[in-house]
């Protein structure tokens, strides 16, 4: 269902149903995982790190650049996620970009769902600081989320993996979550037929899929999903509070077709194909093409004022969705929007991006 395919007023939504609940009045770190290191660090010869995407190697007292990772750098070493073995280089302008690219956040502290300026979204009290965590360039492709179907159900998660390093309540995945995901594999791939999705394929980024297959899928991965927090910060800009993700200025609410794919259009488009509207550290797609899985449950107002590395683990019939999609209204791709869908439901206007936590 186009669920967001819904008129914004003043301070509030109409709802397409009822199990849909939007809140428009939802209101610099350097450490590891960032990349950002320092070139006078001491080193041994031979010892190897990641700086942002690249590999540094130290030689005579001192880091040199060996490589540039086109997916993810973890330890010291490139590495490629399950769901690019083998190469998906079909993403970006002109399909010439490595679907599976990661990009490092440096972190922040900011004001969620603020920017001071859009209604509903000038109350700054929640505030949160994000430490420094990777989050994919693009939103998951249909050529990625393949690879996991042809390892379906092999490809479940094992009870405990994937919980977030820096949020110490986060157990991973539970046993309980496993119930929740289709038994076999043609029935996951029956669910990825919902809507106007149809036959999903390449570079466009898959849709129909449950907040469990998504937190499914990106622990396969290597990753998680990102929390509402996380994901919060990089379309805002961190400290910049922008209005869109591409604002420049921050302040600006300027917004064009070449930004995003949004306004009732008829299909999302292939993955990063509006570089006009990326963000301050490169992401692709973060307002409009599809609404994306954030971890949280959904609660408004948020259940903190102030949070480090904080998410929402409550019990919750619903989980946060962030970002907009093809079937929205502008001001449904504002970067402090938020909204609420069934964990269990899918959405032909719901995708999803995965989260990192490299080692330095």
Known sequence: MRWLALVVAVAACSLPNDRFHASVGDGAIDGAGSGATD?????????????????????????????????VCSSGACVTPPSCSGGVAICGMAGADTCCRSLPVPGGTFSRSYDGISSGFTDDRYHATVTPFWLDKYEVSVARFQKFVDAYPASQ??????????????????????????AT??????MLACGNAGTQQGALPVRCVTWYVAQAFCIWDQGRLPTEAEWNLVASGAEQQRVYPWSSPASSTAIATSDAVFGGVA????????????????????????SEWVFDSYASPYPSDV????????????????????????AT????????????????????????????
């Open 39 to 71: 070139a006078n660090d001491a080193c041994s010869n031979g010892m190897r790190r990641c700086d942002g995407a690249t590999v540094s190697e130290c030689s005579a007292g001192a880091w040199t650049t060996r490589e540039t990772c086109d997916d």
């Open 157 to 182: 998660p094992q009870t405990g993996s994937g919980g977030n390093p820096r949020d110490a309540s986060d157990p991973g995945w539970l046993a309980s979550w496993t119930g929740q995901l289709p």
């Open 185 to 190: 594999k043609p029935a996951l791939q029956t």
């Open 267 to 290: 299909a999302p488009a292939s993955a990063g194909t509006h570089p006009d509207g990326d963000g301050r550290w490169g992401h692709s797609d973060l307002g409009g093409n599809t």
């Open 307 to 330: 949070c480090t590395d904080c998410a929402n683990h409550a019990a919750s019939s619903m989980q946060s969705v962030r970002g907009g999609s093809y079937a929205s209204v502008a």
């Open 333 to 360: 791709l504002l970067a402090s929007f938020r909204s609420g869908y069934p964990a269990t439901a899918t959405s032909d206007a719901i995708g999803f991006r995965c989260a990192r936590d490299p080692m330095r």
